[in-house]
């Protein structure tokens, strides 16, 4: 036996051979180097014999057909057959060299090369059959010891910076998930106030309240979408809509604005309405506020109710889902629009 850069290689027998090394990843991400150009050409072959051709069927039955090219334009062309892929364990596959019409030359393996899941690393074992001692002796004399050893460390290098990534993207959904949380906090027995952050500049986030273009798109819940809309967007204008739900039931509202400072502030009088714009209770007065923080927007809403009573009717109608579905469907939207 003997060991290169992490890799162990084993004879066996008068034909065969066994790989084995560990990579600092999940089994899903090698298995996924495997099975995709875009990735077998960062790293498949030796440094001074990369790939410069790749063409890939991935499936029991396909082919990879492909070419290496070394430092004075030399070519190193292969042919591999897949026999069985069990993902994202197992690939089995004849392989061979080649040349640019995919004619097969000796020596000819049959590869099986089988991921061992180990929490967040894999083992890589690859066996190797070969159809004579001499071939065995072939490849082990043109230098495939070395040339895998390095091929495997360019497959730990590339496997690096995958799995930073995916490790880097799901930090970013937690904290994406943590940020789009909305708070409620009531204050005294008539006020409440809803905050919730959002990934987009103010300015756009104070736009997706001025248009019914796109409050059309986001206002409401998912099941109460906007059938109506009627807007006067400035300081003494008005907003009469209707959300209709699944079963055709209406729910209307006069918004009123009392004061507008884009893209920082808009104040108003909300109240449950009808189709011919009469008020009914219960009836709020709201103040949404847009803090610039760079590349994201702290929404605000900061109501007061008129009696204690009409709080407490709209929190029981369930105004908190309703608010967090709605804004989900904004940052929805947001996201479209950056």
């Not at 730990?156 to 409620?184: C, F, G, P, W």
């Amino acid at each position: 036996m003997t060991q290169q850069q992490q890799m162990t290689l084993e004879l066996v027998g008068d034909r065969e051979l066994q790989v084995t090394r560990e990579f600092n990843a999940p089994c899903a991400l090698v298995f996924e180097a495997y099975s995709d150009c875009q990735h077998l050409m960062q790293w498949w072959g030796p440094r001074t014999f990369p790939l410069a051709y790749c063409d890939i069927d991935f499936r029991p039955g396909g082919t990879w057909h492909y070419c290496m090219k070394g430092p004075n334009g030399e070519e190193a062309w292969g042919l591999a057959t897949y026999v069985d892929i069990e993902r994202p364990s197992r690939i089995v596959y004849k392989d061979g060299f080649s040349d640019e019409n995919r004619n097969e030359k000796p020596p000819i393996s049959l590869i099986t090369l089988t991921l061992e899941e180990r929490g967040e690393r894999t083992v890589l074992s690859m066996h190797a059959r070969y159809d004579s001692p001499s071939d065995r002796d072939t490849v082990i004399e043109m230098g495939m010891e070395e040339g895998l050893a390095q091929t495997l460390d360019k497959l730990e290098e590339h496997l690096a910076t995958r799995y930073l990534d995916r490790v880097t993207n799901n930090q970013k959904e937690t904290e994406m998930t943590q940020q789009q949380s909305i708070t409620v906090e009531l204050i005294g027995d008539r006020e409440m106030v809803m905050k919730r952050e959002f990934i987009a500049p103010r300015e756009l986030v104070f736009e997706a309240h001025s248009d019914c273009k796109h409050l059309k798109q986001w206002f409401g819940p998912r099941e109460f979408p906007i059938d109506y809309c009627d807007l006067d967007f400035r300081a003494g204008g008005t907003w009469h809509f209707c959300m209709k739900g699944p079963n055709g039931e209406e729910a209307w509202t006069l918004r009123t604005f009392e004061d507008i400072e884009r893209p920082i502030r808009i104040s108003h009088r909300d109240a449950f309405s009808d189709p011919d714009r009469n008020e009914h209770p219960p009836v709020a007065y709201e103040t949404i506020s847009f803090e610039d923080r760079g590349e994201r927007t702290l929404l605000s809403i900061h109501t007061r109710y008129e009696t204690p009573e009409e709080r407490d009717q709209v929190i029981e109608m369930g105004v908190e889902q309703g608010v967090a579905d709605t804004f989900e469907q904004l940052d929805e939207l947001l996201a479209a629009l950056r």
